[in-house]
Nanobody
Framework: QVQLVESGGGLVQPGGSLRLSCAASGFAFSSYAMSWYRRAPGKERELVARRSAFGSTDYADSVKGRFTISRDNAKNTVYLQMNSLKPEDTAVYYC?????????WGQGTQVTVSS
């Protein structure tokens, strides 16, 4: 059974850091591009970061220089290191796996940035 389980969210002050994790199982992890999306209250889902199966990365302009996506194929896990967090980063963050026309989603983890 395919599963993507996010963890690591929580409450952090502006300027602080969090590290999100996504544990994957039930599919060929190393063959999939892995991504982080987020949805803030009242807004549409947006792509935050993506790391391909061959190592290329893409980031939303709003997080470039602050967030870093990485993956450990041996552990079937993808990470999102978030530094210099801002209140506008507050959202539910979702893990996604992509290969051609196949898409898998996790349940999400809440990140709240507030003083």
């Amino acid at each position: 059974q395919v599963q993507l389980v996010e963890s690591g969210g929580g409450l952090v002050q502006p300027g602080g850091s969090l590290r999100l994790s996504c544990a994957a199982s039930g599919f060929a992890f190393s063959s999939y591009a892995m991504s982080w999306y987020r949805r803030a209250p009242g807004k549409e889902r947006e792509l935050v970061a993506r790391r391909s199966a061959f190592g290329s990365t893409d980031y939303a302009d709003s997080v470039k220089g602050r967030f870093t996506i990485s993956r450990d194929n041996a552990k079937n896990t993808v990470y999102l290191q978030m530094n210099s967090l801002k209140p506008e980063d507050t959202a539910v963050y979702y893990c996604n796996a992509e290969l051609l026309y196949t898409y898998y989603w996790g349940q999400g983890t809440q990140v709240t940035v507030s003083s």
